[in-house]
């Protein structure tokens, strides 16, 4: 079967333990970290104001453990969903923070090579994730069967 559950032409049946997404709560699924990517960067300006730009990065660990261990933990889709959006916002505070400090703390000859290097490195990472996502996450049952 796929994520969908839509039958496998030899009648396999997922691992037991794997959960299905319907298309509609996988989309869901997706795109609510981009919403909480878009709460991240609003808070993370403010944060940063508040705290300061190292104090706020540094907080940003903090959701990210929540999320991340939450993720491997639960057995709800709503549960998934909800951690999802943490983990977004977590992204969206880095994302608007990050450039700040390294603004802040880099000499004036560094500053520009340090900001197109945290740019590139994101920019790398979701190529990665893209195309490497569908061949690292696969999950094998009894009978040989892969499932992402």
Request: aromatic share 8%.
């Amino acid at each position: 079967t796929t994520m969908q559950g839509d039958p496998h032409p030899d009648g396999s049946l997922p691992p037991p333990g794997l959960r299905e997404f319907s298309k509609a709560s996988e989309g869901w699924y997706a795109s609510l970290f981009n919403v909480g990517a878009v709460i991240g960067a609003f808070s993370g300006s403010a944060l940063s104001e508040r705290l300061g730009r190292k104090k706020t990065l540094a907080f940003t660990a903090l959701p990210h453990a929540v999320a991340w261990v939450g993720t491997a933990l639960s057995h709800s889709g709503v549960m998934l969903t909800i951690l999802r959006i943490l983990n977004g916002w977590a992204v969206g505070m880095g994302s608007a923070v990050t450039p700040c400090y390294i603004g802040e703390i880099a000499t004036t000859g560094l500053r520009g090579a340090l900001g197109a290097a945290n740019q590139l490195s994101v920019t790398t990472g979701i190529f990665m994730v893209s195309l490497l996502g569908d061949y690292v996450f696969v999950v094998e049952n009894d009978q040989g069967d892969r499932f992402c």
